[in-house]
């Protein structure tokens, strides 16, 4: 059995979808949530208070839940 519940997911006018989940009280960020565009970038705010997000041309940035963020460059598109 999964330890969180659905909120809310789906497809906006542009196309990008998104999808949020209820962790409950016990978590760091109770609601999470993550979103994919059309253009390849996405994103995840994580139930641990991390984030994460990719621009989808191969750069990403990690940030910890402490703050901490680490980011890695890359060239050219994935697409």
Wanted: charged share 10%; proline share 3%; net charge positive.
């Amino acid at each position: 059995m999964p330890d969180y519940t659905y909120k809310s997911s789906g497809t906006n006018s542009q196309g990008n979808h998104y999808c949020a989940r209820d962790y409950g009280s016990g978590a760091s960020n109770s609601n999470s949530y993550h979103y994919s565009n059309q253009d390849g970038s996405y994103y995840y705010s994580n139930s641990n208070g991390s984030t994460y997000y990719n621009n989808g041309a191969g750069s990403s940035t990690y940030t910890s839940p402490s703050g901490n963020s680490t980011s890695q460059s890359g060239g050219g598109s994935k697409k």
